[in-house]
C-alpha cells in the first residue's frame, strides 16, 4: 500500500501564501515524477506543476512565477510554495506521485485525497 497525505490548504487572501505539503508512504522503492494538480467547482483536474526523479520542474502558465515546486528526496516529500495568490487559484489542490514498489517493476500513479485551497477577500 501507498498513502500521500496532502497538508497546508486553508483560507487566505489574494496576494497571500500558503505552502502545500504531500507526504508518500508505505511500500515504496523509489518515486519518479510527482505533480500537484488543481480542481475547481464544475472545472477539469488540470496540472498546475511537476518535478521529476531529477528535479526537473514544469509550470503551468497561470502559476509560473508565482508557485515553486520541491522534493525532499528523503522524506519522499513534495511541496508547492505558492505566493501572490489570485482568487482563480481557489480549487482542491492533488499531488500525484508515480511510485515503483519493488526493483524491475513499473511505476503506479497514486493520488492525495486533497486539500482545500480557498483565496477571497
Known amino acids: 500500500q501507498v498513502q500521500l497525505v496532502e497538508s497546508g490548504g486553508g483560507l487566505v487572501q489574494p496576494g497571500g501564501s500558503l505552502r502545500l505539503s504531500c507526504a508518500a508512504s508505505?511500500?515504496?522503492?523509489?518515486?519518479?515524477?510527482m505533480g500537484w494538480y488543481r480542481q475547481a467547482p464544475g472545472k477539469q483536474r488540470t496540472l498546475v506543476a511537476s518535478?521529476?526523479?531529477?528535479?526537473?520542474?514544469n509550470y503551468a502558465d497561470s502559476v509560473k512565477g508565482r508557485f515553486t515546486i520541491s522534493r525532499d528526496y528523503a522524506k519522499n516529500t513534495m511541496y508547492l510554495q505558492m505566493n501572490s495568490l489570485k482568487l482563480e487559484d481557489t480549487a482542491v489542490y492533488y499531488c500525484?506521485?508515480?511510485?515503483?514498489?519493488?526493483?524491475?517493476?513499473?511505476?503506479?500513479?497514486?493520488w492525495g485525497q486533497g486539500t482545500q485551497v480557498t483565496v477571497s477577500s
Open positions: 518535478i521529476t526523479s531529477d528535479g526537473h520542474s
Open positions: 508505505g511500500s515504496i522503492f523509489r518515486i519518479d515524477d
Open positions: 500525484n506521485a508515480e511510485v515503483i514498489r519493488r526493483v524491475g517493476s513499473r511505476a503506479v500513479s497514486h
